[in-house]
């Protein structure tokens, strides 16, 4: 059976940063692409950022480029969403999904994000 627990959402004021993380179990992790969602009330789900089974490619929605960083670490089945420079525009219930062939098939439960301002 496939799990993803994200941790490390909270609350926190505009300007600071937070560590999201994604342990995964009951798959071969280094096999899949992970990728970091988010949805905030009223709103689409949108892809944050996505990162290739090996690490060796990654890429960001436009409005995350730049203040947030996805890596992982297969050793250890993980995925992190390093989030810096937090806005209010950031608060959503964030994400972590396992995926392959271009297509997201394992999700987490999901993790708060609350920024104030």
């Known amino acids: 059976q496939v799990q993803l627990v994200e941790s490390g959402g909270g609350l926190v004021q505009a300007g600071n940063s937070l560590r999201l993380s994604c342990a995964a179990s009951g798959l071969t992790f280094s096999y899949y692409a992970m990728g970091w969602f988010r949805q905030a009330p009223g709103k689409e789900r949108e892809r944050v950022a996505a990162?290739?089974?090996?690490?060796?490619?990654?890429l960001y929605a436009d409005s995350v480029k730049d203040r947030f960083t996805i890596s992982r670490d297969n050793a250890k089945n993980t995925v992190f969403l390093q989030m810096n420079s937090l806005n209010p525009d950031d608060t959503a219930i964030y994400y972590c999904?396992?995926?392959?062939?271009?297509?997201?098939?394992?999700w987490g439960q999901g993790t708060q994000v609350t920024v104030s301002s």
């Open positions: 990162i290739t089974a090996l690490g060796g490619g990654t």
């Open positions: 999904a396992a995926g392959s062939r271009g297509e997201f098939t394992y």
